[in-house]
């Protein structure tokens, strides 16, 4: 998922100009406004996401926007400031494909360098609704294991939260 992050000219504060600096040496260079000092911290964004189970087979969606569009991914979007990471996950869910999900487990959380997104995805259980396509989408299934798209999947994270899913799956209850 790799939106292009907008580059700041302005203090969002006060309006004067953001300068590049170096404010400690382990860090990255941070914008600093040059007329109040306010420092703007470019954070990294959160997403969550949801390996949706339904009658043993896995939700996908297939995207209808770049980036990666007509690849297929699994339910989930931004965190909102102050939401929780599970509710953020079981509304995007519902927003995207009309699934009211229940969380079970965490399968992992996936961030590289250089990808100013952190996703988290967790594993859930359908409880109610149809598997419809939302505004982002332009098609569902739902896949048995040896259906999945490897090839045709959307993003990095995609195909490592499926891996970890099957893998974890795979294993006898403890
Ligand atoms: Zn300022």
Redesign the pocket.
């Known amino acids: 998922m790799s939106h292009h992050e907008p580059e700041f000219h302005?203090?969002?504060?006060?309006?004067?100009e953001?300068n590049t600096v170096t404010l400690k040496q382990t860090e990255p260079p941070r914008l600093v406004?040059?007329?109040?000092?306010?420092v703007f911290y470019l954070d990294p964004k959160v997403v969550a996401c949801a390996v949706v189970e339904v009658g043993g087979r896995i939700a996908l969606l297939k995207r209808g926007i770049e980036p990666q569009k007509g690849r297929w991914v699994m339910p989930g979007g931004y965190v909102d400031r102050g939401e929780e990471v599970t509710a953020a996950a079981i509304r995007e869910t519902r927003e995207e494909c009309g699934l009211d999900i229940r969380i079970q487990d965490l399968v992992g959380v996936y961030s590289y360098p250089g990808n100013t997104q952190v996703v988290v995805v967790y594993s859930a259980q359908s409880l109610a609704g149809n598997l419809v396509a939302g505004d982002e989408t332009t098609d569902t299934g739902l896949f048995l294991p040896e259906e999945i798209p490897w090839d045709q999947l959307a993003f990095q994270s995609t195909i490592e939260a499926l891996r970890d899913y099957y893998k974890k799956r795979s294993k006898p209850e403890p």
């Open positions: 302005y203090c969002p504060v006060c309006g004067g953001l406004c040059s007329r109040c000092r306010f």
